[in-house]
């Protein structure tokens, strides 16, 4: 079955970084565009960046812009976000998510920026 696993997240010092990874599988994972999500403790899920399935076309937040990349490598099926300069403001859940016949989610991985 379709399966998304995040890792990478943890507990980073404001200006800090961290490569968040999303493992794929049970699609063709060249096929579809992926996109990462957050959501902090008492707020929506937001999108923070997306990127097209041949990697050529990225889209992000104008929150993250400048401080989050996002890039896949299609020979092994996984989608990255390197974030960097962090923020308190950037703690959340992080998601990554394929838009199928209906939206597939992973379980999310937590960034948690503090001092």
């Known amino acids: 079955q379709v399966q998304l696993v995040e890792s990478g997240g943890g507990l980073v010092q404001p200006g800090g970084s961290l490569r968040l990874s999303c493992a794929a599988s049970?699609?063709?994972?060249?096929?579809?565009?992926m996109s990462w999500y957050r959501q902090a403790p008492g707020k929506e899920r937001e999108l923070v960046a997306a990127?097209?399935?041949?990697?050529?076309?990225?889209t992000y937040a104008d929150s993250v812009k400048g401080r989050f990349t996002i890039s896949i490598d299609n020979s092994k099926n996984t989608v990255y976000l390197q974030v960097n300069s962090l923020k308190p403001e950037d703690t959340a859940v992080y998601y990554c998510?394929?838009?199928?016949?209906?939206?597939?989610w992973g379980q999310g991985t937590q960034v948690t920026v503090s001092s």
């Open positions: 990127i097209s399935n041949s990697g050529g076309v990225t």
């Open positions: 998510m394929v838009r199928r016949s209906v939206p597939i």
């Open positions: 049970g699609f063709t994972f060249s096929s579809y565009t």
